[in-house]
């Protein structure tokens, strides 16, 4: 069960003020609380959650035990450098209100963004990626449903901050993971 209450912290965490999110409150913000847009960024949720467990269990079974560990800190250590170099654009264009370029939008950044990279990373390194990806799943969904619930509050200069400092944060944890794996503390 580690793997599953880390990786959900470490997924919430890291999840606050990305790119999925802010595409689902600027949507909502311009376009209202229309329902068919929060069942599109669950679904979406929920592929790129599950796609992440399933690529960390094909890793698991490629490295060695030592390795895992190593490969754990790293996956922290980008997303959180990703958390804090690329802010997403705080007014994303949607030209065609379409729900199917919605999906592939979301997808398309989910797959690519710090918590499913946290999903994948934690997974092989606590040798556990069906609870990891049951937390990505959980934490990536309950991330964009807030954005629908509550799209005003993407658009402050609290949340890009936020997520700058927990960004901070992932790093400072994969360094001390660096240090604890390599006996330096």
């Given at each position: 069960?580690?793997?599953?209450?880390?990786?959900?912290m470490a997924v919430l965490l890291a999840g606050i003020g990305a790119r999925d999110q802010v595409i689902v409150a600027g949507l909502t913000q311009r376009q209202g609380a229309r329902p068919g847009v929060l069942i599109v960024a669950l679904l979406s949720a929920v592929l790129a959650g599950a796609l992440a467990?399933?690529?960390a269990a094909l890793m698991l079974a490629e490295l060695p035990p030592p390795a895992r560990q190593i490969f754990a800190a790293?996956?922290?250590g980008l997303a959180g450098?990703?958390?804090?170099?690329?802010?997403?654009?705080?007014?994303?264009?949607e030209p065609t209100n379409s729900l199917g370029a919605l999906l592939l939008v979301l997808l398309m950044h989910q797959i690519a963004d710090a918590p499913r990279f946290l999903v994948f990373g934690m997974g092989v390194g606590l040798a556990g990626p069906v609870p990891a990806g049951l937390a990505g799943v959980l934490g990536g969904s309950a991330l964009v449903a807030f954005a629908w619930f509550q799209p005003h509050l993407f658009?402050?200069?609290?949340a890009r901050w936020t997520r700058r400092i927990v960004g901070a944060a992932l790093v400072l944890a994969a360094l001390a993971a660096v240090l604890e794996i390599?006996?330096?503390v």
């Amino acid at each position: 069960m580690p793997a599953f209450y880390l990786t959900l912290m470490a997924v919430l965490l890291a999840g606050i003020g990305a790119r999925d999110q802010v595409i689902v409150a600027g949507l909502t913000q311009r376009q209202g609380a229309r329902p068919g847009v929060l069942i599109v960024a669950l679904l979406s949720a929920v592929l790129a959650g599950a796609l992440a467990g399933w690529a960390a269990a094909l890793m698991l079974a490629e490295l060695p035990p030592p390795a895992r560990q190593i490969f754990a800190a790293i996956a922290l250590g980008l997303a959180g450098l990703e958390s804090m170099a690329w802010a997403p654009r705080p007014d994303p264009r949607e030209p065609t209100n379409s729900l199917g370029a919605l999906l592939l939008v979301l997808l398309m950044h989910q797959i690519a963004d710090a918590p499913r990279f946290l999903v994948f990373g934690m997974g092989v390194g606590l040798a556990g990626p069906v609870p990891a990806g049951l937390a990505g799943v959980l934490g990536g969904s309950a991330l964009v449903a807030f954005a629908w619930f509550q799209p005003h509050l993407f658009s402050t200069p609290a949340a890009r901050w936020t997520r700058r400092i927990v960004g901070a944060a992932l790093v400072l944890a994969a360094l001390a993971a660096v240090l604890e794996i390599f006996n330096l503390v």
